[in-house]
């Protein structure tokens, strides 16, 4: 029976895919849950999909908001994306493993050869910069958008979730944080258009934090790798998830067909890499001084497209040579 390390989004998809193959599957966690996730808790059309097999809650959301200090552009998505917490949505994907079967050991596993390595990111040492993120739950007003808030450097992304709450979500630079000794809600308050779209909501939980974020491949590991443990994109793309549960899916598939970890990692590459080109290229104008007008001529929906990995509608399938 495969292990697999790592029962959040990434492992849980692939223990389903076992499942659904008529293969057992093994979780690993070293957590318990339901437990709280520095997470926009966006969940992509795509990975709404890949789930429909499993029955989530949450709150449809229909647009976009992309907004500078000095302009907007606004556009709706190709079909509805969910907000849910990691609260509920981890749990409820774990859940849906074991009542399919899968087995659950609640330690802190090693990744071997042969394991599915779904362990998320690990803390890489790193020089310059460094971003953190951060996030809690408001109650209050809502609507059916997600609005990414720009500022000099990161961002800080408001959605919708379950139970009438919003998600406010950000990363920053450690060195901005520390001006409000990474007091958030001074931060906010000091972003005119992001404190006014949080008038009147009450936040309902202590502000979680998370980093130093690093994005890009993964330190090298053994195993088949998938989601976060292979490689972390920019959230602002608010892809994390579908690639988690793609990929998560994708392992499954190598492991049952036999592939290499190599070849598994091959076929991971072609699926993310365009979509991670492109995301990096979008970080990095994302705050150039003509990008807010840019921004309004552009189509917000190509540029949506362009970001995330096309699954068209199914789930990818391998197709490397078998070891
Ligand atoms: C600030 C921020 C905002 C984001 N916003 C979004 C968004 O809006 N939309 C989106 O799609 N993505 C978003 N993401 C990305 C998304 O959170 C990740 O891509 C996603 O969580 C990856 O899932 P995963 O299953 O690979 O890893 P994780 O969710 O990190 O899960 C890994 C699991 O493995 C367990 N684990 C770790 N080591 C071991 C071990 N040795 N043994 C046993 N268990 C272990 C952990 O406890 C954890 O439960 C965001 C990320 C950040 C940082």
Known sequence: MPDIIGASLAGCAAA???????????????????????????LD?????????????????????L????????????APALGISRYR?????????????????????????????????????QKGQRLFGFKAHFA???????????????YTGVNPIEDGLTNVCGVAREEDLKDTAFDIDRWISNQPKLAARLQGRVRQMDWLFTG?????PTEASVGYLCGDALSFVDPFTGSGMLCAVATGQLAARSVLQGLTTEHHTEACRRLLMPAFRWSS???RALHWPLVPVLAQTLSGAWLYRKSRPSLQGSAPRNTQSRR
């Not at 130093?212 to 890009?216: A, H, I, V, W």
């Open 281 to 283: 290229l979008m970080r």
């Open 140 to 154: 209050g007003p809502t609507n059916d958008d997600v609005e990414l808030h720009f500022n000099s450097f990161g």
């Open 67 to 78: 907004i500078w200090p000095s302009a907007e552009s606004r556009f709706p998505l190709p």
């Open 16 to 42: 389903l895919e076992l499942l659904r193959h008529g293969q057992p599957a093994r979780l690993h966690e070293k957590s318990s849950f339901p437990r709280h996730k520095v997470c926009g808790e966006f």
């Open 212 to 216: 130093p974020l690093f994005y890009g």
């Open 89 to 125: 949505l981890d749990q409820t994907l774990l859940d849906a493993a074991l009542a399919s079967g899968a087995e659950l050991i609640r330690d802190t596993a090693k990744p071997h050869a042969a394991a599915i390595v779904a362990h998320g990111r690990k803390p890489l040492s």
């Open 45 to 65: 059309p795509q990975a709404v999909t890949l789930l429909s097999d499993v029955p989530l809650s949450g709150t449809p959301i229909n647009g976009v908001a």
